[in-house]
């Protein structure tokens, strides 16, 4: 007798059978840390990771105290690499739980199959890119910008699913995809036509660098953006036609993205760090960006099975205007009618992106 039958109750001539979906939501809605649920605790580290990172990121580029040497962008993107390994080096011997077993692991699957790594060298370079293009983007663009700008990653994470995973995609989808463009481009209109001018902030001894180019930076989010939605879907191709453990490829995504970032840390950056060293211009907020960047991805990877595509979309709607509303008493930031139009479509069409409305509508609509 199977799992399924034991499980079957029968009364009469009705049978009750359990219910995975009901009692998967009713896991979802027990609180496990404050009286919060895991929905809820899944909803608020989306939040607070998609804020703070890229308010952070762009404090730490625009904001520097009289004497202080910025830091070098390429020196954070290798060092977040460097830590993303070690935390995930640092989980796997957890679940290993023996130093023999974690030995045996990493021996197996990580420096036993080369081949392995290597498949990882395209997504990770492009990663590797999209990382440093982070830095230029909102070198340029006010954080509020960025937040909605960088939401054409689901546009391009869209035509790349089409193109290389087989994915169709509904009318309702195209339809919040083009909301996302217009709005988009409303939110850039203000960017485009405002002027970048230095400011100071005598108050606190700290200076606003004045060089912004906010083409640059949109340039850079869009280039951002088509490199991250094809490295998704190359990296989700890649999951599914092996049993390798998330951890394991992300060890291996590490090693080669770490590879990518030295390269193009030594290219571009090495006379700087010649005469001023790997780690000039860092203080707190440096390393604070350096571990949100490398742990905060692993974080949101274990929190997302929590949350589905309506929470996702929710988590990026208030992020925006977490944003927004910080940007205001923090970089000084003066949003448009045109500006806070815009991010309303886009924030409704990564809402509409995420809603299944065949399955939503599916047993409501009776038969004629």
């Not at 762009?58 to 390994?85: C, D, H, N, W």
């Not at 850079?220 to 998330?246: H, N, P, Q, R």
């Not at 595509?309 to 205007?321: E, H």
């Amino acid at each position: 007798m199977s799992v399924f039958q034991q499980s079957r109750r029968t009364f009469g001539k009705k049978s009750v059978l359990p219910t995975t979906h009901s009692n998967s939501a009713a896991n979802l809605a027990q609180p496990v840390l404050f009286g919060l649920t895991r929905k809820q605790l899944s909803l608020i580290v989306l939040v607070v990771q998609n804020s703070t990172l890229v308010l952070m990121m762009r404090y730490s580029r625009i904001v520097q105290k009289p004497g202080q040497t910025m830091y070098i962008a390429s020196t954070a993107v290798f060092l977040a690499e460097v830590l993303k390994i070690v935390a995930c080096l640092v989980v796997m011997r957890h679940q290993q739980g023996t130093w023999d077993k974690f030995s045996a692991m990493v021996r197996k699957e990580i420096l036993g199959r080369p081949g392995e790594t290597l498949k990882m060298l395209i997504p990770s370079g492009l990663y590797a890119l999209q990382n440093n293009l982070l830095y230029v983007a909102l070198s340029n663009l006010e954080a509020a910008t960025f937040q909605v700008t960088y939401q054409m990653k689901i546009m391009s994470t869209a035509v790349f699913s089409v193109v290389l995973l087989g994915k169709s995609l509904s009318r309702d989808k195209w339809l919040a995809l083009l909301l996302l463009m217009i709005g988009v481009t409303l939110v850039q209109s203000q960017s485009m036509s405002s002027s970048s001018s230095a400011t100071t902030a005598s108050a606190k001894d700290e200076i606003l660098l004045a060089p912004q180019n906010p083409f640059i930076g949109f340039m850079a989010v869009i280039t951002s953006c088509v490199s991250s939605g094809f490295a998704g879907c190359y990296f989700e191709k890649i999951l599914k036609t092996s049993d390798t453990s998330m951890w394991v490829r992300n060890i291996q995504l590490g090693i080669s993205g770490a590879l990518f970032s030295l390269v193009g840390m030594l290219a571009y950056d090495m006379q700087p760090i010649v005469e001023g060293g790997l780690l000039q211009g860092y203080d707190w907020l440096t390393w604070v960006v350096v571990a949100n960047q490398a742990l905060g991805g692993l974080l949101v990877a274990i929190v997302v099975k929590y949350a589905d595509n309506i929470l996702k979309g929710f988590a990026t709607s208030l992020s925006i205007i977490v944003s927004g509303v910080i940007s205001i008493y923090l970089f000084s930031f003066q949003p448009s009618g045109v500006f806070i139009v815009g991010a309303m479509i886009v924030m409704a069409s990564s809402y509409l992106y995420g809603i299944d409305f065949s399955k939503r509508f599916q047993g409501r609509i009776k038969p004629l």
